[in-house]
């Protein structure tokens, strides 16, 4: 009985250990609010979040089982949003002459990077792609090609797309040298627009200890084994103890056996 005893407790204590998850990173190097925008997002999803500070950041760490529902989570939500350089960062002086064509090139990718920002902190974008050609003559004698732009936007599927089509249209045409006419020009502008697809979760399964159960279970089939293993306790601890004392009673008679026996030869 010792032993199915300590069996059970072996047991016991490697289902307890088997419900504390490890945890894993899911991003780090993120900043205050990118990681206040992962957690909450998680948090809508039912999937614990834990914000660790770090040296180069903030760490965002969840459960091990959670890690994939976690990633698919904010790949559908867009985040943590990308980090995206402004005029400023692009053109900082660093001691070396560029030639004009990196420095046109620098300037075409820091005005995409720039309307990007500027659309991804609309409501319901989730992500902005802008792609600019700039006016340039091809070749001497020949005409300027006009300047174009195309928009991507990919978005909430509860956002309606002709709320803000316009609004985007006119930013771009604003912002992008030579195309204050190609508002309704769709040969110079184009704005693409695509729902973003919601995660939908799916049953999700769980190890408890060796076995894979539903997650909704898992409280179930944790407590059922508990109980059962108390059961067991209680029932060995009950033979132990009607043992013993079954032993001191044999005992007991044994001892008062010997000493009538001892007074009657007396």
């Known amino acids: 009985m010792n032993r199915l005893l300590s069996a059970a407790l072996i047991f016991f204590i490697t289902l307890i250990l088997s419900g504390c998850g490890d945890r894993v990173e899911l991003h780090r190097q993120l900043s205050e609010q990118e990681a206040n925008e992962v957690i909450a997002e998680l948090a809508d999803k039912h999937i614990r979040a834990l914000k660790i500070p770090a040296k180069d950041g903030v760490v965002v760490a969840v459960n091990a089982i959670d890690i994939g529902r976690a990633v698919r989570t904010l790949e559908a939500a867009g985040l943590p949003r990308m980090a995206r350089a402004t005029l400023g960062d692009t053109f900082r002086k660093e001691g070396v002459i560029s030639t004009p064509l990196e420095e046109r090139a620098r300037y075409i990718y820091a005005?995409?990077?720039?309307?990007?920002?500027?659309?991804?902190?609309?409501?319901?974008?989730?992500?902005?792609?802008?792609?600019?050609?700039?006016?340039?003559?091809?070749?001497?004698?020949?005409?300027?090609?006009?300047?174009?732009?195309?928009?991507?936007?990919?978005?909430?599927?509860?956002?309606?797309?002709?709320?803000?089509?316009?609004?985007?249209?006119?930013?771009?045409?604003?912002?992008?040298?030579?195309?204050?006419?190609?508002?309704?020009?769709?040969?110079?502008?184009?704005?693409?627009?695509?729902?973003?697809?919601?995660?939908?979760?799916?049953?999700?399964?769980?190890?408890?200890?060796?076995?894979l159960v539903p997650s909704d279970d898992l409280g179930f089939w944790r407590n059922s084994t508990v109980f059962t293993l108390l059961a067991m306790v209680a029932v060995v601890s009950t033979g132990l103890f009607l043992r013993n004392r079954r032993q001191r009673l044999v005992k007991g008679a044994s001892v008062a056996g010997e000493s009538t026996g001892l007074s009657h030869d007396a």
């Open 111 to 211: 005005l995409s990077q720039e309307l990007e920002a500027t659309f991804s902190n609309i409501d319901g974008v989730i992500v902005a792609r802008v792609h600019v050609v700039l006016p340039e003559r091809i070749a001497p004698g020949e005409p300027v090609q006009p300047a174009s732009a195309s928009v991507f936007i990919k978005h909430d599927p509860r956002l309606d797309p002709d709320n803000i089509q316009a609004r985007i249209r006119r930013m771009v045409a604003s912002s992008i040298p030579g195309m204050t006419t190609a508002v309704e020009n769709p040969q110079k502008l184009t704005v693409v627009f695509v729902p973003a697809t919601a995660y939908q979760e799916q049953q999700r399964l769980v190890y408890f200890g060796p076995f």
